[in-house]
């Protein structure tokens, strides 16, 4: 019988954690990938919120992890709100499109606004997002600086208009500014996989370097 337990991750984990990040999100993106390095620098950095660090278990196997940080919205007015961002979030590619991902991330969801979070931004694929109440950065007027809408930009009030009445600028963790020559040193000192082009990797170009353009 299948037994799910979502937990927070545990310093044993971490290794088993960055191996199943690599193994998710390599030649996804890019050629290679850089979230398992992400992941080995998160955790010691200030804007890194470990009690929101999820591990998924499938019969006492982790097959997924989830892991946030604090980001900043300041509106029109000059004030600063404190906000979440997620990611890296995975599944094992053999686990995908079950529905671990959707009870890992509502999981967190839930403990997010028990610590008294009331919204989410993140950047991504919609179509991995939307059905979880992710709507368009523009429909809660959050933008970037030089008031840009990045399509891959997506917002989820986990408090009904949290966000309503402002307009808003986007800053996230400078953890998010990775290094790719050092990502790629780190990547070096592990087994060895191959990089290669996936289709994905230009579905991914086109959508983070897209914008929403005002109506």
């Not at 470990?50 to 980001?71: H, Q, R, S, W």
């Not at 931004?121 to 970037?144: D, T």
């Not at 917002?155 to 402002?166: C, F, S, T, Y």
Request: aromatic fraction near 12%; charged fraction near 25%; hydrophobic fraction near 35%.
């Amino acid at each position: 019988m299948e037994q799910i337990k979502i937990r927070n991750e545990k310093k044993a984990d971490y290794e088993i954690v960055e191996k199943i990040t690599r193994e998710a999100f390599y030649n996804l993106y890019i050629p290679g990938c850089v979230e398992h390095y992400l992941v080995h620098i998160m955790r010691a950095h200030k804007d890194f919120i470990p009690e929101l660090d999820f591990v998924c278990e499938l019969n006492e196997t982790i097959i997924g992890n989830i892991m946030y940080t604090k980001a900043k919205l300041t509106d029109e007015n000059g004030h600063v709100k404190e906000v979440l961002t997620f990611g890296p979030v995975c599944i094992l590619p053999a686990y995908q499109r079950m529905g671990y991902g959707k009870m890992l991330m509502e999981h967190s969801f839930k403990e997010a606004l028990k610590l008294g979070y009331d919204a989410i931004v993140i950047f991504g694929s919609p179509v991995n997002y939307v059905s979880r109440g992710f709507k368009s950065c523009k429909k809660y007027h959050v933008g970037i600086a030089g008031g840009k809408y990045p399509a891959a930009m997506m917002v989820k009030e986990l408090i009904p208009n949290a966000l309503a009445g402002h307009q808003w600028t986007y800053q996230e963790s400078d953890i998010m500014a990775v290094s790719e020559e050092e990502a790629q040193n780190y990547d070096n000192s592990l087994e060895k996989l191959e990089k290669k082009y996936q289709p994905s990797q230009d579905e991914f170009y086109i959508m983070s370097r897209s914008f929403i353009q005002e109506e």
